[in-house]
């Protein structure tokens, strides 16, 4: 249902519609939708060329707004969700002309197909509002047969109905976001309502306006189908975001299902986050570590043959002559957003530090990497130095830690729960933090002899304590013993 009302809405744009209201009535378990717009409407010829099958082909030359593409939108749309199909339209004050299909009604007659002219007969008022109105169109469908997946129970129907409309919902928002960002924004679309409360939101797949969101140059790309233009986008880490905002931008399917490139034709969605089939030498595949990545990649409707869109304006293939480009466009971004995931933000749109100390370092041997902990950070070099002749009991203690660490189990974890927590640093800063920031403040202090501001420096150079710059800015100029 959700793609299929989208159609729908694409025939309000082309119209040049400002409003599209969706109202959705369950009436008894005798359940409606009606979507109508003020956009310029139709005069009765073009209604029954609207109404025909395939009445314009994909090799038509269309207007360069136009997100048609068969001329089958509107009926294969509706008929794939109801069995029968009322349009109502008016253009500049005209009187209203209406157009009705009833499979029932085809069926019956066994042979003919008959294009009727009314409502069918206790539906007139679902036409009324257009009455009302200069211009513009109502689309009705009624005798939902494809919704209930063949429940009888009501109670369970009438549920499957509700959750239908919060699918509708969210994907309007995310194929039509780009329409209805801003303050005045080229189309407004409310559902079941006609003020703000009602109205549908944009989902920006890119968090555009977000501070920390990384943005790639655009590239415009210049094809025998028109230009295409593509932009990378890297998103914040969530220790960035807040709660709600994490939970809100993971999408219905969650960050890692999101990644990917996102494919517009006008400005509207038609693929939203895939790898398309690139990568080398084997496609990519949606990985946790690459969860951030996303591109925004539009096209014209002169490259539907080339992009080799479905009739369902679902899903597109880039051509050969464009793979070997966007790959490099997409690795760039995976990349990236790599690194923002692996040091939790510190990649962001503000500039990394320029020398963070990690305890832990990858060394990459015959294609196999091994992780190990760098004997030269100054936490470790101060447990050396205490340890004396007992050095190479902390070194075996050391190999013993890199020799098990459950790289694998944390991968699963990782890819079957979400991101995994580092521990107690990796929250806000707890009394534990302050003490072991205390501690190696004292050792480079006193046991190493650096000035207050040489220790402050280097601890700023120091992970995981340069995620903390209040509470180093704070230490005393003669530590504590």
Same mark, same amino acid.
């Given at each position: ?95 209203? $002309? ?22 069918? $007969? ?47 919902? $969210? ?47 655009? $590239? ?49 969605? !038609? ?156 929250? !806000? ?53």
């Amino acid at each position: 249902m959700p793609a299929a009302v989208a159609d729908i809405v694409d025939n309000s744009i082309a119209a040049q519609a400002k409003n599209v209201w969706l109202q959705f009535n369950w009436a008894n378990g005798l359940p409606t939708i009606t979507i109508r717009d003020d956009g310029r409407g139709m005069g009765e010829a073009e209604l029954s060329d609207a109404m025909r099958f395939g009445g314009q082909g994909p090799a038509r030359v269309r207007e360069p707004t136009d997100l048609g593409r068969f001329g089958l939108g509107l009926k294969t749309a509706s008929f794939s969700q109801c069995r029968r199909l009322t349009v109502a339209t008016r253009r500049g004050g005209s009187s209203v $002309e209406v157009r009705r299909w009833d499979l029932d009604y085809i069926a019956a007659a066994a042979r003919d197909w008959h294009l009727l002219k009314s409502a069918a $007969e206790g539906s007139e008022s679902l036409l009324a509002d257009l009455h009302q109105a200069p211009s513009g169109t109502v689309i009705v469908w009624e005798l939902l047969d494809r919704l209930s997946d063949g429940e009888v129970d009501e109670e369970t129907s009438e549920t499957i109905f509700l959750e239908a409309i919060d699918r509708v919902e $969210e994907h309007l928002s995310m194929v039509f976001h780009r329409y209805l960002e801003g303050p005045a924004p080229a189309i407004r679309i409310f559902i079941n309502g006609v003020d703000s409360a009602h109205q549908v939101k944009p989902w920006d797949p890119f968090m555009s306006d977000h501070p920390a969101t990384i943005r790639r140059p655009v $590239e415009r790309i210049y094809t025998r189908a028109g230009i295409v233009e593509v932009q990378g986008f890297i998103l914040p880490h969530k220790d960035r975001l807040s709660a709600q905002a994490s939970e809100r931008f993971a999408g219905a399917s969650g960050w890692t299902a999101h990644q990917g490139i996102y494919v517009y034709r006008n400005k509207r969605l !038609l693929v939203a986050g895939s790898w398309l089939g690139l990568g080398a030498p084997r496609r990519w595949t949606k990985e946790e570590a690459y969860k951030l990545a996303r591109l925004r990649l539009d096209i014209t409707n002169a490259a539907d043959e080339d992009w080799k869109v479905d009739i369902r304006k679902s899903t597109a293939r880039p051509p050969q002559y464009l793979r070997s480009r966007l790959r490099v466009l997409a690795d760039d971004a995976r990349q990236l957003a790599r690194q923002v995931f692996a040091h939790r933000g510190n990649y962001g749109a503000r500039p990394p530090e320029p020398a963070v100390k990690r305890v832990w370092t990858a060394l990459e041997r015959d294609r196999r990497v091994t992780y190990r902990i760098d004997r030269k950070h100054a936490a470790v070099h101060n447990v050396y130095d205490l340890a004396g002749d007992q050095s190479s009991t902390v070194d075996a203690m050391l190999r013993i830690i890199e020799e098990t660490v459950p790289v694998q189990k944390i991968w699963l974890d990782a890819t079957e729960r979400g991101e995994v927590a580092t521990g107690g640093f990796s929250e !806000l800063p707890s009394k534990e933090t302050e003490a072991i920031l205390k501690t190696v403040y004292r050792d480079l202090r006193r046991r190493i002899g650096l000035n207050p501001s040489t220790a402050r420096e280097r601890l700023m150079q120091m992970e995981p304590f340069n995620q903390y710059p209040d509470l180093v800015a704070a230490l005393p100029e003669n530590p504590e013993c």
